[in-house]
């Protein structure tokens, strides 16, 4: 994947004295960071982003309470509540009494009991730090969300095979040609998944936050076929324990949770993984690539010249710059949108002719579709 780079202009001395826990105008808890390094807030509500100021000024870098928010907010009082608790782990304070009156410990702070869908802000954020944000690759924090897939024939601190994404405590969502047909014969079975990878080489970079856990049920959609086209590539993970999230162990919205919102051409999308780069065949650090929503008759027309499919249940993003596209080992990785406040997951990586050609979008699975067919398949 290939991305442009953003430079850090601020001071050392700025960093240091700015550098601290905040409170923006919706209440919520934050990090104090220049302007250039909160991406959520760049282009944002003006008067939002006023009013988040927490330092700088008189010709200094101006500061901002960086938080999930892009606007003001009404939040429900249970609401409040809960995103208060989750930001207090994140910021090194533990009131674990308060914690324990809205979830038991098995809980590890999932949805609560009538939706087993997270909802924000439980889905879908990220831990804010002052780090530079629109490079090649992706920081610790950065889509929290992100599976890294073990197979058994495969090290899995030398080859990235296929991704996928946390979505609950105990499922993780990925592409069906991750979890059957001829990748098993080439890279063994699927056999665990790995939570908290910034860089797949290494074994343990976040300590306990960076664990393997085992797969105890892999279900794959009724109706999926090995095909030219691939339809229906999706499945679900079910892992042998639940996941305690953190700061960089996080499950992301599923579309269902947020309110109704139709995708647009040219909308713009980010797709992360570990896959091939234009210079190498994988990469061991997690990267982000931004890309746009394709017009679905342009895709339809592209791939029927190769006698290829394009159905309703597919999407298709980028192919507008060259090299910028997801690739080979980001199969069942997610593509994503930021909007409301947090990360929604509108496709999985699932084909393409070939990586970064212009004029080639990349095809996903369509998430949306599938709401009903994962509600049904998850359990507690």
Same mark, same amino acid.
């Given at each position: 994947?290939? +991305?442009?780079?953003?430079?850090?202009? #601020?001071?050392?001395?700025?960093?240091? #004295? *700015?550098?601290?826990?905040?409170?923006?105008?919706?209440?919520?808890? =934050? $990090?104090?960071?220049?302007?250039? +390094?909160?991406?959520?807030?760049?282009?944002?509500?003006?008067?939002? /982003?006023?009013?988040?100021?927490?330092?700088?000024?008189?010709?200094? %870098?101006?500061?901002?309470?960086?938080?999930?928010? %892009?606007?003001? @907010?009404?939040?429900?009082?249970?609401?409040?509540?809960?995103?208060?608790?989750?930001?207090?782990?994140?910021?090194?304070? *533990?009131?674990?009494?308060?914690?324990?009156?809205?979830?038991?410990? #098995?809980?590890?702070?999932?949805?609560?009991?009538?939706?087993?869908?997270?909802?924000?802000?439980?889905?879908?954020?990220?831990?804010? &730090? *002052?780090?530079?944000?629109?490079? +090649? &690759?992706?920081?610790?924090?950065?889509?929290?969300?992100?599976?890294?897939?073990?197979?058994? +024939?495969?090290?899995?601190?030398?080859?990235?095979?296929?991704?996928?994404?946390?979505?609950?405590?105990?499922?993780?969502?990925?592409?069906?040609?991750?979890? %059957?047909?001829?990748?098993?014969?080439?890279? =063994?079975?699927?056999?665990?998944?790995?939570?908290? @990878?910034?860089?797949?080489?290494?074994?343990?970079?976040?300590?306990?936050?960076?664990?393997?856990?085992?797969?105890?049920?892999?279900?794959?959609?009724?109706?999926?076929?090995?095909?030219? $086209?691939?339809?229906?590539?999706?499945?679900?993970?079910?892992?042998?324990?639940?996941?305690?999230?953190?700061?960089?162990?996080?499950?992301?919205?599923?579309?269902?949770?947020?309110?109704?919102?139709? !995708?647009?051409?040219? $909308?713009?999308?980010? @797709?992360?993984?570990?896959?091939?780069?234009?210079?190498?065949?994988? #990469?061991?650090?997690?990267?982000?690539?931004?890309?746009? !929503?394709?017009?679905?008759?342009?895709?339809?027309?592209?791939?029927?010249?190769?006698?290829?499919?394009?159905?309703?249940?597919?999407?298709?993003?980028?192919? %507008? /710059?060259?090299?910028? &596209?997801?690739?080979?080992? &980001?199969?069942?990785?997610?593509?994503?949108?930021?909007? *409301?406040?947090?990360?929604?997951?509108?496709?999985? @990586?699932?084909?393409?002719?070939?990586?970064?050609?212009?004029?080639?979008?990349?095809?996903?699975?369509?998430?949306?579709?599938?709401?009903?067919?994962?509600?049904?398949?998850?359990?507690?």
């Amino acid at each position: 994947m290939i +991305n442009h780079s953003a430079i850090d202009t #601020s001071s050392d001395d700025d960093c240091a #004295s *700015n550098n601290r826990r905040c409170e923006n105008p919706n209440g919520r808890i =934050g $990090t104090c960071v220049a302007i250039h +390094n909160c991406q959520v807030l760049m282009n944002s509500d003006p008067e939002f /982003v006023e009013a988040s100021a927490c330092g700088g000024g008189f010709g200094k %870098t101006p500061y901002v309470c960086c938080s999930s928010d %892009t606007g003001f @907010v009404q939040l429900s009082p249970k609401t409040a509540v809960v995103e208060d608790v989750f930001q207090s782990d994140f910021f090194g304070y *533990n009131p674990t009494t308060e914690r324990s009156k809205l979830w038991p410990v #098995s809980s590890s702070l999932s949805s609560s009991s009538d939706s087993i869908l997270p909802e924000p802000p439980t889905c879908g954020g990220e831990f804010i &730090d *002052n780090r530079i944000y629109g490079g +090649n &690759d992706a920081n610790a924090y950065e889509f929290p969300w992100m599976a890294f897939l073990e197979y058994s +024939n495969t090290d899995p601190f030398k080859e990235s095979v296929c991704a996928g994404s946390l979505i609950t405590s105990r499922y993780v969502i990925t592409a069906a040609h991750c979890v %059957t047909g001829p990748i098993l014969l080439q890279k =063994g079975a699927l056999i665990g998944v790995r939570l908290g @990878v910034l860089d797949y080489t290494k074994n343990s970079i976040f300590g306990e936050d960076n664990r393997s856990w085992r797969i105890e049920k892999k279900i794959i959609h009724e109706n999926y076929r090995q095909q030219k $086209t691939p339809v229906h590539d999706v499945a679900l993970l079910r892992l042998d324990s639940n996941v305690r999230y953190s700061q960089t162990i996080r499950p992301i919205c599923l579309p269902s949770v947020m309110p109704a919102y139709n !995708l647009k051409t040219d $909308t713009k999308l980010t @797709v992360a993984g570990w896959g091939a780069t234009e210079t190498k065949t994988s #990469s061991p650090i997690k990267q982000k690539v931004a890309v746009s !929503l394709a017009d679905q008759k342009f895709c339809r027309q592209q791939y029927g010249k190769f006698g290829l499919s394009i159905e309703p249940t597919h999407l298709c993003a980028g192919g %507008t /710059v060259q090299y910028q &596209d997801s690739c080979r080992g &980001d199969s069942g990785a997610p593509l994503m949108h930021y909007r *409301n406040g947090a990360w929604v997951l509108e496709g999985i @990586v699932s084909f393409g002719r070939r990586c970064g050609l212009q004029d080639w979008p990349g095809v996903y699975v369509r998430v949306a579709l599938y709401t009903d067919w994962i509600k049904k398949k998850l359990r507690k």
